[in-house]
């Protein structure tokens, strides 16, 4: 099986601190302000909704090309909301939002398979059983 790379560094204290994220092709800067005040950079929720969507979409190519179809594109959205309880800050929900192209897909058979795979991919089983809310709202387009 493979097994894939990333790296952070955290340099400083949690407000005026700063660190950097890094992996294959990319390397971005992360700050508090990135991660809880629509600052600029990145923050490990976007990463996580970027992983989440990209898994959620080849996932469900796999479905449709085992059902015989050709997908011409997958385009999925992933919202993950970051919220504070007594514990700290934690992942609530993730939602992801998703949009179809594929000739000869009807929205039944899209609906049934888009839910195993918001059951399946690997990122989805990462967070099962965990307190975060995972939809996936899935559109055909023509």
């Known amino acids: 099986m493979a097994t894939s790379n990333a790296q952070a560094q955290w340099k400083g204290k949690i407000k005026d601190g700063s660190g950097t994220l890094k992996f294959t092709g990319y390397e971005g800067a992360y700050t508090f302000s990135s991660r809880f005040e629509g600052g600029k950079g990145t923050n490990p929720e976007e990463l996580i909704g970027a992983a989440h ?5 080849m996932y ?5 090309t085992e059902a015989g179809l050709s997908p011409e ?19 609530t929900e993730i939602k992801l939002d998703c949009k179809v192209k594929c000739s000869g897909l009807e929205d ?17 089983r990462l967070y099962a059983g965990g307190t975060a809310k995972i939809s996936a709202d899935t559109q055909l387009v023509k």
């Open 60 to 64: 469900l190519s796999l479905l449709l």
């Open 53 to 57: 969507a990209g898994c959620f979409s």
């Open 73 to 91: 594109s997958i385009d999925t959205n992933a919202k993950v909301t970051i919220d504070m309880d007594d514990s700290g800050p934690h992942i």
């Open 108 to 124: 039944g058979k899209l609906q049934q398979l888009a839910a195993t795979s918001k059951e399946k991919c690997p990122v989805s």
